[in-house]
């Protein structure tokens, strides 16, 4: 098992600003790219992208297309 790394995800609004930080610790960017695709798809969240950092390097980037939709950028 990998050592466990701390992933910041910001949840951005309409207007590009963040409206949510989560903070969760993973196994490695595969894990937190996982987890924030499950946080991002659940129907209790709205916000409009998802940036997924660990420490000051982005790892992942969604944003939402149509209600139950999203598109990876990166």
Known sequence: MSARVTN???LL???????CLFIAESFGDE??????????????????????WRDDV????????KPGRSRKIN
């Open 13 to 19: 609004d309409d207007s590009g600003t963040r409206s």
């Open 8 to 10: 910041r995800f910001d």
């Open 31 to 52: 894990h937190a790219v996982l987890l924030a695709r499950a946080l991002f798809e659940s129907s209790f969240v709205r916000m409009k992208c998802i940036k997924v």
């Open 58 to 65: 982005l790892v992942h980037e969604a944003e939402k297309l």
